[in-house]
């Protein structure tokens, strides 16, 4: 049993534009909430991340939202670049089980110029 | 953020031969290292965690035996293949933490492939 899921597989933006990368899990127990972004043959990049306390952290470009009612969290890259290109994870843990992540599939983004 | 290396990056031998993976946090104290493996189009899955000076906790269906896991001290892991066979052919990635509730930082990950 999947517990976060990117049910988007693939998604393609013009540059300039918002891309927008959700991801949905099922265990309530998670409290803590991570996007990392990954090149071809290269280790995940820790990008932004989120507590289950907040909704929304902003980092420059890159905005996560949290909806815990939802169980839902999206990150939304403004304005998007040709260099964002990459598949983007989205992790997720609980305080109570060590802090482990657990992945989702992955999205692969592609900006186009 | 913190620096997490890998060596090797890429890495081929000869099925029945042992290989040796090096994971190294650069410029903090780990704690607590991971070992994860991607097969081509999909996530990462963690094989196993170390926390300095203690045995390896792997996940289910993983096997200890098969994958030697070291973190003989608080900058250094190892995950060592033996007698690797051409479906241990992989990317392997490990990650490491300095504390429970600090970020993992991923290393550039080791190809392998067994021939």
């Known amino acids: 049993d999947q517990q976060v899921k990117q049910n988007s597989p693939s998604l393609s933006v013009q540059e300039g534009r918002i891309s927008i990368l959700n991801c949905d899990y099922t265990?309530?127990?998670?409290?803590?909430f991570l996007w990392y972004k990954k090149y071809p043959a290269e280790g995940p990049t820790f990008l932004i991340s989120?507590?289950?306390?907040?909704d929304k952290n902003e980092d420059g470009r890159f905005t996560v939202f949290l909806n815990k009612s939802a169980k839902h969290l999206s990150l939304h890259i403004v304005p998007s670049q040709p260099g964002d290109s990459a598949v983007y994870f989205c992790?997720?843990?609980?305080?109570?089980?060590?802090?482990?992540?657990?992945f989702g599939g992955g999205t692969r983004l592609m900006v186009k110029p | 953020g913190a620096v997490v290396s890998q060596h090797p990056s890429r890495v081929i031998c000869k099925s029945g031969t042992s290989v040796k993976i090096e994971c190294r946090s650069l410029?903090?104290?780990?704690?607590?290292m991971f070992w994860y493996r991607q097969f081509p189009k999909q996530s990462l899955m963690l094989m196993a965690t170390?926390?300095?000076?203690?045995?390896?906790?792997?996940e289910q269906g993983v096997e200890k035996d098969k994958f030697l896991i070291n973190h003989a001290s608080l900058t250094l892991s190892t995950l060592t293949v033996t007698s690797a066979h051409p479906e241990d052919s992989s990317f392997y990635i490990c990650?490491?933490?300095?504390?429970?509730?600090?970020?993992?930082?991923f290393g550039p990950g080791t190809r392998l492939t067994v021939l």
């Open positions: 410029d903090f104290q780990a704690t607590t």
């Open positions: 990650s490491a933490r300095q504390g429970t509730l600090d970020t993992q930082y």
């Open positions: 989120i507590s289950s306390i907040k």
């Open positions: 170390s926390n300095e000076g203690s045995k390896a906790t792997y």
């Open positions: 265990n309530s127990m998670f409290d803590y």
């Open positions: 992790a997720a843990s609980a305080n109570n089980a060590g802090n482990m992540l657990t």
